[in-house]
């Protein structure tokens, strides 16, 4: 098992960086002609022939003695990641629309805020953009966060005003990265990059961030976490021939940073353990 237990926790701060109010998009994607563009760009991107496999054909929805299944209004939005507010209300994303959407489940009601930045952006890539957006939280500061992997970015949406905001994920030369499921802890935002390899923890204040890059132990996937009563983060790394479990003292790595305030210096195998499958 080739392993990266002597490896060094590699640390960047972001100084003044602030969540943008603009996103800059590049993505490979299905070209429109120009007589396309009401299908590719207005439209929810597929053809007749594909709606069935990927928008549904059921207009109404169903419901059994233990599940109850409620009709977005939109159609083909292909929600994805979701998470909960304390009072009890979902919010949820919308990949083919690059929304998020809100449901009351007192009222029934659903509210989706339309992102203009994404609207923008599809129009003037002359693209219809569709993004994995795996991972979801609500922060106590009444916002929403979430990954968007297509454009290598983490969005925040602010509740009370409305508003969409973003980030570009940090990204390593020369490696690809995929931001994908996302925690909220105290200030912190915790985003595994499945393809490139590691936990970035942001740290959040004042809509300025700073944050560090764990690499994985193994060269392979990391994959998704959890984390337990001890604040340590137990997350999963795997490449073709083997996986392991890996648990890092975050509660220790945060120590340690507050000390010296930089982290270029910690070794990974000071704050890691890890058990073959």
Known sequence: VKTRQKGIIFFAVVAGIMLASGITIAIPGKE?????LEVFVAGDGYTDDERPQFCGTNDKAKSTDFVTEFKIPTACTQPLAITTEPNGTVWFAQTNTGNIAKFDPLTEKF?????????DAESQLKQ???????????????A?????????????FSIADETYNTINFPISEDISSLPQKLVIDGSNVIVND???????????????LSYASIPSALDGFTSDFAIDSENNIWYTN??????????????????QLSI?????????????QYFQF
């Open 111 to 119: 509210t989706e805020y339309t992102n203009s930045r994404w609207v």
């Open 238 to 255: 795997w490449n073709q021939e083997t996986g392991i479990l890996i648990k890092f003292n975050y509660k220790e790595w945060e120590s």
């Open 128 to 142: 219809k953009l569709r993004s994995m957006m795996w991972g979801m939280d609500y922060s106590p500061d009444g």
């Open 194 to 208: 499945f393809t490139g390899g590691k936990l970035t923890i942001f740290g959040y204040s004042q809509d300025s």
């Open 144 to 156: 929403i966060w979430y990954t968007d992997e297509a454009t290598d970015s983490i969005w925040r």
């Open 260 to 272: 010296s305030s930089q982290a270029d210096g910690l070794l990974l195998q000071e704050f890691i």
């Open 32 to 36: 429109a002609e120009d007589n396309d």
